[in-house]
């Protein structure tokens, strides 16, 4: 059993930062693909970005060269460090485990966090 916790969302003015993070509780966090998720208000969820057991990342256009996604394996922590943020950010933020596939749609995603607001205004 996988749980997934986020922390740090809040709010922002645009072209600021923020670093989100979601606590891994599983023994072996190494074996499964994370992803991140973004659900904007009477919209679908979004695949941000996801990092995978080798730990390559990849990234959705929306996002690439200002969100960076890392880990650290000894503390089962993943990371979304978010840059240069817009208001079209403004979201609820997940973090998702994945243990079979590592691809960017939420089905192939098992375990998922309780979510994290960001606020860009």
């Known amino acids: 059993h996988v749980q997934l916790v986020e922390s740090g969302g809040g709010s922002v003015q645009a072209g600021g930062s923020l670093r989100l993070s979601c606590a891994v509780s599983v023994s072996s966090a190494n074996d499964y693909c994370m992803g991140w998720f973004r659900q904007a208000p009477g919209k679908g969820r979004e695949w941000i970005g996801t990092i995978d057991p080798a730990g390559s990342t990849r990234y959705a256009d929306s996002v690439k060269g200002r969100f960076t996604i890392s880990e650290d394996n000894a503390e089962n922590n993943v990371y979304l460090q978010m840059n240069s943020l817009r208001p079209e950010d403004t979201a609820i933020y997940y973090c998702?485990?994945?243990?079979?596939?590592?691809?960017?749609?939420?089905?192939?995603?098992?375990?998922w966090g309780q979510g994290t607001q960001v606020t860009v205004s």
């Open positions: 998702a485990a994945a243990r079979w596939s590592c691809g960017a749609h939420y089905n192939e995603y098992q375990y």
